[in-house]
């Protein structure tokens, strides 16, 4: 079994810094690409941030400049360092990996989502 576990959520004032974490834990290969997603209310979800295990990242256009997201390779965490934050940013923040359990087997896995709040 492989699980994603996220922390660092909360609520926030426009202007604030937040950082979430994602830890992957159990039978694990390798990780591959890591992420975050997020879904607002009544929005599909959408991609936040990659990062591949050798580090090249990617950001959607609202966030760049204004989050960071990077790896602990030897811990397989994952975290987004989330500054000057914007009530828009308001959504459930979901962590996604790409895990070999095995050379032959490999899986995407979801964390459980994390309530990152901004108020204005």
């Known amino acids: 079994q492989v699980q994603l576990v996220e922390s660092g959520g909360g609520s926030v004032q426009a202007g604030g810094s937040l950082r979430l974490s994602c830890a992957a834990s159990?039978?694990?290969?390798?990780?591959?690409?890591m992420g975050w997603y997020r879904q607002a209310p009544g929005k599909q979800r959408e991609l936040v941030a990659t990062i591949a295990s050798g580090g090249s990242t990617n950001y959607v256009d609202s966030v760049k400049g204004r989050f960071t997201i990077s790896r602990d390779n030897a811990k397989n965490t994952v975290y987004l360092q989330m500054n000057s934050l914007k009530p828009e940013d308001t959504a459930v923040y979901y962590c996604n990996a790409h895990i070999l359990r095995s050379v032959w087997v490999g899986n995407e896995y979801w964390g459980q989502g994390t309530q990152v709040t901004v108020s204005s």
């Open positions: 159990g039978s694990i290969f390798r990780v591959n690409n």
